[in-house]
Protein backbone atom coordinates (compact mmCIF):
# COMPACT_ATOMS: atom_id res chain seq x y z
CA UNK A 1 0.00 0.00 0.00
CA UNK A 2 1.20 3.37 -0.67
CA UNK A 3 1.32 6.48 1.42
CA UNK A 4 -2.10 7.52 -0.14
CA UNK A 5 -3.67 3.89 0.63
CA UNK A 6 -3.63 2.65 -2.88
CA UNK A 7 -2.72 -1.19 -3.28
CA UNK A 8 0.01 -1.66 -5.10
CA UNK A 9 0.50 -5.64 -5.04
CA UNK A 10 -0.12 -8.59 -2.92
CA UNK A 11 2.40 -11.13 -1.95
CA UNK A 12 3.05 -14.34 -4.15
CA UNK A 13 2.53 -16.42 -1.74
CA UNK A 14 1.85 -16.27 2.26
CA UNK A 15 5.69 -16.69 3.17
CA UNK A 16 7.96 -14.56 4.90
CA UNK A 17 10.09 -14.27 2.45
CA UNK A 18 7.71 -13.35 -0.07
CA UNK A 19 6.39 -10.79 1.90
CA UNK A 20 9.86 -9.00 2.25
CA UNK A 21 10.65 -9.41 -1.94
CA UNK A 22 7.50 -7.71 -2.08
CA UNK A 23 8.26 -5.14 0.36
CA UNK A 24 11.47 -4.55 -1.36
CA UNK A 25 9.59 -4.34 -4.66
CA UNK A 26 6.92 -1.70 -3.59
CA UNK A 27 9.55 0.53 -1.86
CA UNK A 28 11.71 0.56 -5.10
CA UNK A 29 8.77 1.38 -7.37
CA UNK A 30 7.52 4.22 -5.23
CA UNK A 31 11.29 5.08 -5.51
CA UNK A 32 11.16 5.67 -9.10
CA UNK A 33 7.82 6.66 -9.15
CA UNK A 34 8.92 9.67 -7.16
CA UNK A 35 11.04 10.63 -9.92
CA UNK A 36 8.05 11.42 -12.34
CA UNK A 37 9.51 13.55 -15.42
CA UNK A 38 13.11 13.52 -14.22
CA UNK A 39 13.62 10.26 -14.55
CA UNK A 40 15.86 8.70 -17.18
CA UNK A 41 15.36 6.53 -19.76
CA UNK A 42 16.78 3.48 -17.97
CA UNK A 43 14.69 4.46 -15.03
CA UNK A 44 11.27 4.53 -17.00
CA UNK A 45 12.17 1.38 -18.24
CA UNK A 46 13.08 -0.58 -14.77
CA UNK A 47 9.36 1.48 -13.57
CA UNK A 48 7.47 -0.02 -16.26
CA UNK A 49 9.44 -3.44 -15.38
CA UNK A 50 8.63 -2.94 -12.27
CA UNK A 51 4.97 -2.07 -12.37
CA UNK A 52 4.49 -5.02 -15.11
CA UNK A 53 6.01 -7.71 -12.17
CA UNK A 54 3.64 -6.34 -9.70
CA UNK A 55 0.64 -6.35 -12.04
CA UNK A 56 -0.28 -2.68 -11.79
CA UNK A 57 -0.54 -2.10 -15.37
CA UNK A 58 -3.83 -2.77 -16.95
CA UNK A 59 -4.02 -5.54 -20.06
CA UNK A 60 -4.81 -2.73 -22.49
CA UNK A 61 -2.14 -0.52 -21.61
CA UNK A 62 0.92 -3.00 -21.64
CA UNK A 63 1.72 -3.13 -24.93
CA UNK A 64 1.60 0.46 -25.50
CA UNK A 65 3.52 0.99 -22.26
CA UNK A 66 5.86 -1.58 -23.45
CA UNK A 67 6.46 0.34 -27.05
CA UNK A 68 7.27 3.71 -24.83
CA UNK A 69 10.60 2.36 -23.63
CA UNK A 70 13.42 0.13 -24.93
CA UNK A 71 13.48 -3.41 -23.65
CA UNK A 72 15.71 -6.30 -23.99
CA UNK A 73 14.93 -9.19 -25.41
CA UNK A 74 14.41 -11.03 -21.86
CA UNK A 75 11.78 -8.07 -21.53
CA UNK A 76 10.00 -8.53 -24.09
CA UNK A 77 9.92 -12.36 -23.47
CA UNK A 78 8.25 -10.94 -19.87
CA UNK A 79 5.77 -9.00 -22.12
CA UNK A 80 4.66 -11.74 -24.04
CA UNK A 81 4.27 -13.77 -20.79
CA UNK A 82 2.14 -11.01 -19.18
CA UNK A 83 0.08 -10.50 -22.41
CA UNK A 84 -0.68 -14.10 -22.45
CA UNK A 85 -1.41 -14.14 -18.63
CA UNK A 86 -3.83 -11.29 -19.44
CA UNK A 87 -5.42 -13.21 -22.06
CA UNK A 88 -5.88 -16.30 -19.77
CA UNK A 89 -7.01 -14.20 -16.93
CA UNK A 90 -9.90 -12.86 -19.10
CA UNK A 91 -10.70 -16.25 -20.00
CA UNK A 92 -11.07 -16.94 -16.32
CA UNK A 93 -12.91 -14.26 -15.38
CA UNK A 94 -15.95 -15.75 -17.84
CA UNK A 95 -15.69 -19.09 -16.49
CA UNK A 96 -18.57 -19.30 -14.76
CA UNK A 97 -20.64 -17.59 -17.22
CA UNK A 98 -18.85 -20.18 -19.91
CA UNK A 99 -18.50 -23.58 -17.61
CA UNK A 100 -15.38 -25.69 -17.55
CA UNK A 101 -15.56 -27.24 -21.05
CA UNK A 102 -15.78 -24.15 -22.78
CA UNK A 103 -12.90 -22.28 -20.38
CA UNK A 104 -10.74 -25.48 -20.36
CA UNK A 105 -11.20 -25.82 -24.53
CA UNK A 106 -10.32 -21.69 -24.75
CA UNK A 107 -7.12 -22.14 -22.32
CA UNK A 108 -5.81 -25.17 -24.13
CA UNK A 109 -5.96 -22.98 -27.58
CA UNK A 110 -4.30 -20.61 -26.08
CA UNK A 111 -1.38 -23.08 -25.17
CA UNK A 112 -1.32 -24.69 -28.25
CA UNK A 113 -0.55 -21.10 -30.23
CA UNK A 114 2.48 -21.85 -28.80
CA UNK A 115 2.30 -18.46 -26.45
CA UNK A 116 3.79 -18.91 -23.08
CA UNK A 117 2.77 -17.32 -20.04
CA UNK A 118 4.80 -15.82 -17.42
CA UNK A 119 5.97 -17.51 -14.35
CA UNK A 120 3.11 -15.95 -12.51
CA UNK A 121 0.17 -16.95 -14.32
CA UNK A 122 -2.08 -18.56 -11.26
CA UNK A 123 -1.77 -22.15 -11.26
CA UNK A 124 -5.53 -22.66 -11.98
CA UNK A 125 -4.44 -22.02 -15.69
CA UNK A 126 -2.12 -25.29 -15.77
CA UNK A 127 -5.01 -27.12 -12.81
CA UNK A 128 -7.79 -26.31 -15.99
CA UNK A 129 -5.33 -28.14 -18.62
CA UNK A 130 -4.47 -30.85 -16.32
CA UNK A 131 -8.10 -31.74 -16.14
CA UNK A 132 -8.74 -31.36 -19.91
CA UNK A 133 -6.25 -33.66 -20.63
CA UNK A 134 -7.20 -36.60 -18.35
CA UNK A 135 -10.76 -36.08 -19.69
CA UNK A 136 -9.18 -35.88 -23.48
CA UNK A 137 -6.50 -38.17 -22.27
CA UNK A 138 -4.11 -35.88 -23.61
CA UNK A 139 -0.60 -36.96 -21.97
CA UNK A 140 1.53 -34.92 -23.33
CA UNK A 141 -0.34 -32.14 -21.84
CA UNK A 142 -0.79 -33.80 -19.00
CA UNK A 143 3.04 -33.90 -18.30
CA UNK A 144 3.17 -30.45 -19.06
CA UNK A 145 0.50 -29.10 -17.07
CA UNK A 146 2.03 -31.62 -14.21
CA UNK A 147 5.52 -30.49 -14.15
CA UNK A 148 4.26 -26.72 -14.38
CA UNK A 149 2.13 -26.96 -11.18
CA UNK A 150 5.39 -28.97 -9.47
CA UNK A 151 7.69 -26.25 -10.43
CA UNK A 152 4.91 -23.96 -9.57
CA UNK A 153 4.34 -25.57 -5.98
CA UNK A 154 6.22 -28.53 -5.29
CA UNK A 155 8.23 -27.11 -1.92
CA UNK A 156 4.49 -25.54 -0.69
CA UNK A 157 3.47 -27.66 2.15
CA UNK A 158 -0.19 -26.63 1.55
CA UNK A 159 -0.31 -28.58 -2.32
CA UNK A 160 1.02 -31.83 -0.79
CA UNK A 161 -2.65 -33.41 -0.81
CA UNK A 162 -3.74 -31.59 -4.35
CA UNK A 163 -0.74 -33.03 -5.66
CA UNK A 164 -2.37 -36.61 -4.90
CA UNK A 165 -5.38 -35.80 -6.67
CA UNK A 166 -3.23 -33.93 -9.98
CA UNK A 167 -0.89 -36.72 -10.22
CA UNK A 168 -4.15 -39.02 -10.52
CA UNK A 169 -5.36 -36.84 -13.01
CA UNK A 170 -1.77 -37.09 -14.94
CA UNK A 171 -1.75 -40.64 -14.67
CA UNK A 172 -5.61 -40.73 -16.26
CA UNK A 173 -4.38 -38.98 -19.32
CA UNK A 174 -1.65 -41.35 -19.69
CA UNK A 175 -4.23 -44.35 -19.69
CA UNK A 176 -5.57 -45.14 -23.12
Known sequence: MDADGNVLTKPAQRTVAAFAETHASTKA?????????????????EL???ELKLGLIK???????????ALTDIDKALVAGKLVDAEIAEVMAGARANGPEKTAEALVAIHKSGRKP???VAPTYWIQLLNHAAKHKDGALAD???????????K?????????GWKKLRDAAQAK
Not at 33 to 44: C, F, L, V
Not at 145 to 154: N, R, T
Not at 156 to 164: G, N
Request: net charge neutral; proline share 2%; glycine share 4%.
Open 118 to 120: SAD
Open 144 to 154: EAYAALEAKLG
Open 59 to 69: AADIQARADAV
Open 48 to 50: FLA
Open 156 to 164: DKAAERAFT
Open 29 to 45: LAALKAKGDKATPAERR
